[in-house]
């Protein structure tokens, strides 16, 4: 009885596994990265003082030193940015065949699951090593999309991205940017626009999002397996696999990693457990709510993170 609840352990908890051992690993990546920076004698501007910073601005100092926030500090150009890149990808998904929409969607995957893995072994091994194991990373994913290797690569993906970016946005900014995400997220799977596209995605065996198996035999199946490709058209009851979005994950990553650089180790950790608890509050709604219809994770995260990173301000942690 024990060896059969294991193998079939419930998705849930494969998510919440999965969503810590992302977390462990960009602590672990951003507790490094000032170290290597200073190693390496790279320049990377610190987060804008400012609590929110709306658009690209010149600002002086108390000491008078003239300080300037970038377009990639500011919340305005990231939003334009994302839905830009969201609006851009329906046109793509809707107008290219199949065919060669999945040879640029899986370049496109490779690349970024090479440039993540490089960026987190670059902290470490020599410039070399870390080109040629991000490379060998990319291209078995490219000709091998294992679930397994598939959802590792992702871990990394996103871990980068939030430990590059983490340093560039203010806490509060980051905060921001994941509530518009969030009201993005409700509206796109309310109206159907998101599963649309994870169905033309899985179609095409790239789908920026975790798969996670009913069983764990499974976790070897390959991306191309028939029953993955087709997940977004099943019903509930019939999938052997479910998905967790990229985005639930990285954006949450994101706030946690630049409430580090705000705020410290401590500050993070509780945003990294409040987000834990409002992933667990999206599986709560899609089990008594939704009865098991798709429920998207980012809006209850950034409520249970809103009020976490309210609480750290208040305390002054």
């Not at 170290?35 to 108390?62: A, R």
């Not at 169905?199 to 065996?205: C, E, G, Q």
């Not at 999206?282 to 809103?306: D, E």
Request: glycine residues 6%; hydrophobic residues 55%; aromatic residues 14%.
């Amino acid at each position: 009885m024990k060896i059969k609840r294991f193998t079939r352990l419930d998705p849930v908890y494969w998510s919440l596994i999965i969503f810590i051992i992302a977390q462990i690993i960009t602590f672990v990546v951003i507790s490094r990265e000032n170290t290597f920076l200073n190693k390496e004698q790279i320049y990377i501007p610190s987060q804008p003082s400012e609590i929110v910073t709306l658009w690209p601005q010149t600002t002086t100092l108390p000491s008078g030193q003239i300080s300037e926030t970038p377009a990639y500090s500011s919340l305005g150009p990231i939003l334009i940015y994302f839905f830009a890149v969201v609006i851009v990808l329906g046109v793509v998904l809707f107008l290219v065949p199949l065919s060669i929409l999945k040879l640029i969607l899986k370049g496109l995957f490779g690349f970024l699951f090479g440039w993540g893995t490089f960026i987190i072994l670059v902290m470490w091994l020599p410039l070399i090593a870390a080109i040629i194991l991000a490379i060998a990373v990319g291209l078995a994913w490219f000709f091998y999309p294992k679930i397994w290797l598939h959802n590792m690569a992702l871990v990394l993906a996103l871990s980068a991205v939030a430990a590059v970016f983490g340093r560039f946005l203010s806490p509060w900014t980051s905060m921001i940017l994941l509530t518009a995400l969030a009201v993005y997220d409700y509206l796109a799977v309310r109206f159907g626009y998101m599963i649309w596209m994870a169905k033309k995605m899985s179609d095409s065996n790239t789908l920026p999002a975790f798969i996670i198996p009913r069983s764990i035999s499974d976790w070897n199946s390959s991306l191309k397996r028939s029953s993955v490709a087709k997940i977004a058209e099943q019903k509930p009851a019939e999938r052997q696999f479910s998905i967790l979005g990229g985005g639930d994950i990285g954006f949450a990553l994101l706030l946690m990693s630049s409430v580090y650089f705000s705020r410290g180790f401590t500050a993070a950790i509780i945003i990294a457990a409040f987000t834990i608890l409002g992933l667990l509050g999206a599986y709560w709604i899609q089990a008594t709510i939704a009865k098991g219809k798709a429920v998207p994770a980012l809006p209850p995260i950034a409520a249970v993170s809103l009020i976490g990173l309210i609480l750290i301000t208040t305390l002054a942690i």
